[in-house]
C-alpha cells in the first residue's frame, strides 16, 4: 500500500461519537462545504443539499428518533438530503412537467449525489483533526423525520453526519479482508463461512478489548443475529415515505 496524509487517514477511520462542547468555526464549516460541494455528481444534475441543525429543538427531535444519545449532543449535526425539489422547480420554472424525476432512476441518483457528498465531507473533517460519525439511524422514522426536518415533497433524508472535536479514541474497528470484498472479472459464487475463522477471532478480540462495549460476539453471529433476522422495525415505512415523498415511483 502507498501511505501518504491522505490514504493513512482513510485506513485509520474511527467512528467519533464523543465531542467537546464546542461548534465548528466558520473556516471549518465552509471547508466542509466546499468539500461536499465539488463531489462527483451523477449526469451533473447535483441532486444533494445539506440541513445544518442548529436548532436545539430539532436536534433533540432527531435524538429521539435515533436513539442514541450523542445524536444532537456535542458537536455540529447535518442532514444529507437527495434533493430532486430544486430540479423539479427548475423545470416547472422553464415551463415543463417532471418528465423522469419520479423515477427510481433519478432518485437512486439523487441518494448517490449525497451520499458521495457526505463521505467527501467527513474525508474534509477528518484531514482538519476534528472527528465524525454517519447517522443511519436518523430513518428510524422517516415520516417522522421529515415533519420535523419540514422537508418538502421531492426531499429525502438519507444520511446524518456529526462532526467536531474528539473527545474519545477509539480503537480501530477489524474490517473484512480484502479477499472477501474484492474481486477481478467475475464474483465468485464458492462462499464458505470458514473463510471467515480467523476475521470472527479478530472481531471477537475487538470486543473484548474495547472500553465503551463490552459485547464480545463474532462477525457472523452478528450476521445471524437480529439485525437481520425477520422482524418488525420502524425502517419498513422507507419505502412507503419514498412515496409519500413523490420519489421512486416507477
Known amino acids: ?5 491522505t490514504t493513512d487517514h482513510q485506513v485509520n477511520h ?10 465548528l468555526t466558520a473556516e ?3 471547508t466542509l462545504y466546499e468539500a461536499a460541494r465539488h463531489t462527483s455528481s451523477s449526469m451533473f444534475l447535483q441532486q444533494f443539499s445539506i440541513l445544518h441543525l442548529t436548532d436545539p429543538k430539532k436536534r433533540a ?10 445524536v444532537g449532543a456535542n458537536g455540529d449535526l447535518f442532514i444529507f438530503i437527495a434533493d430532486l425539489y430544486q430540479n423539479q422547480q427548475i423545470q416547472h420554472q422553464l415551463g415543463n412537467d417532471d418528465g423522469r424525476l419520479h423515477t427510481t432512476d433519478i432518485f437512486m441518483q439523487a441518494a448517490e ?9 467527513l474525508t474534509a473533517i477528518e484531514s482538519m483533526g476534528l472527528g465524525g460519525v454517519v447517522l443511519g439511524s436518523i430513518k428510524n422514522d422517516p415520516e417522522k423525520l421529515i415533519q420535523v426536518l419540514d422537508l418538502p415533497k421531492m426531499t429525502f433524508p438519507i444520511l ?11 480503537q480501530l474497528k477489524p474490517r473484512l479482508p480484502l479477499d472477501q470484498i474484492t474481486f477481478d472479472n467475475n464474483y465468485p459464487r464458492n ?6 475463522k480467523n476475521y470472527d477471532q479478530t ?10 462495549n463490552k459485547r464480545i460476539d463474532s462477525f457472523t453471529n452478528q450476521i445471524n443475529g437480529p439485525k437481520l433476522n425477520q422482524h418488525e422495525s420502524s425502517r419498513d415505512k422507507l419505502l412507503q415515505a419514498l412515496h409519500d415523498q413523490g420519489l421512486a415511483l416507477n
Open 191 to 196: 462462499f464458505n463461512i470458514s473463510e471467515l
Open 113 to 121: 449525489d449525497a451520499i458521495l457528498a457526505l463521505q467527501n465531507a
Open 14 to 23: 474511527r467512528s467519533i461519537r464523543q465531542f467537546k462542547d464546542q461548534s
Open 160 to 170: 446524518g453526519l456529526q462532526v467536531g472535536i474528539p473527545d474519545q479514541e477509539p
Open 61 to 70: 427531535a432527531v435524538r429521539e428518533i435515533s436513539k442514541q444519545s450523542y
Open 1 to 5: 500500500m502507498i501511505h501518504n496524509f
Open 203 to 212: 472481531v471477537t478480540t475487538y470486543y473484548d478489548l474495547r472500553d465503551a
Open 28 to 30: 471549518q464549516l465552509t
